[in-house]
């Protein structure tokens, strides 16, 4: 069995003697609201469904002349359309009070019917993830131009593409096995790093730059469009709640991810199982992409902001990925190696992704397991829970720098969690900052010194939480509800 973490020793938070001054107040706009109680229906009322509206803090806004002048572009703007973008905007901001000010000029919606707009998470009132980000904002990137956050991961990527086009002309040249294999390590490779980085506008100031990578993922076999919604609107903001985040709700009854989930009698060998599993994942990532362009949603989310040339990537993106990695070495060589490079490489890709992200947040120190502080938080009411908290106790880091570039900065999660428009090349540097402040508050702060003793300890949650008793769902939302997210 791998030996557990060295975590940050759970403690009270900072005691009421602290200085007033060294306390890192919220940074939010007075709140008002542009409606009352009335549960109209906005995705129907004619009145708004055809303007480009979201909410933020209990304020109705029309960004339909805003979408063409959004620094990063209209692509990420596009995820807060018919929907409450709180936790969106806050968590992508390193200078909160330079875009709430920004937001604050935008057309207002009066008599908007916002209570009918289920509510999001609010990062700003967490304190210490006001407290992060200053440090973050102040001691790596004061004095340097805006936008320096998002930019250094330029050679990695260069690197990574590299790979990914020599495997790629190997694999043309004698498809097969061995070459299906490489290529799906460069598949993965980029799936961990290049597009997912830039589908959150983290690998340049330019919005064409971001765009080009994060359509990566249709060339990989996936799909930037549903990457987006699935990935950044439900398993960012709701990280490991069970009924909101779609990384844990989309592999029942299957995969039992979490103990506020029905037990079946076959989770109990799930740990053993799920290794049977994983070479299915780009597999199942192909089935829900196509469910989500038919349906205009993912599991966990709607897509009200998708436009017909971001749903076309859908279609164009698998017609290219499977052109490539069927059609042209089955022209060039016949059916057989083409299908058995093809085998390797979806097979390689999935178990090398799927390794990485079941880790992420699937050990007993991020669930509902047991007394302790990732409990209490997960089992308050969304409306009450402290957002920057939830982030760095549902999340486990592990390795360091040369996981970091092989990874994309996805094996230190908690930080990529809490900073995702920031590039993975900061994450080392911000893991520092996140750790002291963790350490002065008491709060727990998983990290494993390895992907092995990672692993080790996600079969170990797994096998846990297959026995484990249903504990009861702090959702408040119905069914209505949960379909409008």
Request: some cysteine; aromatic content about 10%; glycine content about 10%.
């Amino acid at each position: 069995m791998a030996s557990r973490p060295a975590v940050a020793a759970v403690a009270a938070p900072l005691p009421p003697t602290l200085p007033r001054q060294q306390e890192v107040q919220p940074v939010v706009p007075p709140r008002t609201t542009t409606g009352g109680g009335s549960k109209e229906d906005p995705w129907k009322d004619p009145r708004w469904a055809g303007k480009k509206w979201t909410v933020y803090r209990g304020v109705a806004y029309d960004l339909t002349a805003f979408m063409d002048r959004h620094p990063a572009g209209a692509s990420l703007l596009r995820l807060a359309i018919g929907r409450d973008c709180t936790a969106l905007f806050e968590s992508y901001h390193l200078r909160p009070e330079v875009a709430v000010a920004r937001l604050q000029r935008l057309p207002q919606l009066k008599d908007f019917p916002v209570d009918a707009v289920p509510r999001s998470p609010y990062p700003n009132d967490s304190p210490i993830y006001n407290a992060i980000r200053d440090r973050v904002r102040n001691e790596l990137f004061g004095g340097q131009e805006h936008g320096a956050h998002r930019t250094g991961s330029e050679g990695a990527a260069a690197v990574i593409l590299g790979y990914a086009a020599a495997s790629y002309l190997l694999y043309a040249a004698a498809p097969g096995p061995l070459s299906g294999f490489l290529l799906g390590l460069g598949g993965a490779w980029i799936g961990l790093t290049v597009q997912h980085c830039g589908n959150h506008g983290a690998m340049s100031t330019k919005e064409w730059v971001n765009d080009a990578l994060g359509l990566c993922d249709d060339l990989i076999g996936g799909s930037s469009l549903t990457w987006r919604y699935h990935h950044q609107v439900s398993h960012h903001i709701h990280c490991n709640d069970e009924a909101l985040d779609e990384d844990v709700l989309s592999s029942f009854p299957l995969l039992r991810f979490d103990a506020r989930l029905p037990r079946r009698w076959y989770h109990r060998y799930q740990h053993i199982y799920m290794w049977a599993t994983f070479p299915l994942l780009q597999l199942v990532f192909q089935i829900g992409d196509w469910q989500a362009l038919l349906a205009n949603r993912t599991a966990g989310a709607t897509m009200y902001g998708a436009t017909t040339a971001e749903r076309a990537t859908v279609v164009l993106g698998k017609l290219a990925h499977y052109g490539l990695l069927l059609g042209l070495p089955w022209a060039l060589h016949g059916s057989e190696p083409a299908l058995w490079g093809a085998a390797a490489y979806a097979v390689t890709q999935s178990i090398v992704l799927a390794s990485t992200f079941a880790v992420s947040h699937n050990v007993p120190e991020s669930k509902p397991l047991g007394e302790g502080p990732t409990t209490d938080n997960l089992l308050t009411e969304l409306a009450a829970r402290d957002w920057g908290m939830q982030q760095i106790l549902t999340s486990a880091d592990w390795g360091g720098v040369v996981g970091n570039f092989f990874t994309g900065g996805l094996n230190l999660q908690v930080e990529h969690h809490l900073f995702p428009a920031i590039s993975f090349c900061h994450y080392p540097a911000i893991a520092e900052i996140v750790k002291d402040e963790c350490a002065k508050r008491g709060v727990p702060y998983a990290r494993y010194d390895t992907l092995p003793e990672i692993l080790g300890r996600f079969v170990l949650y797994m096998k846990e939480v297959g026995v484990a008793e249903q504990l009861p769902s702090t959702s408040s939302m119905g069914s209505a509800d949960l379909a409008r997210l």
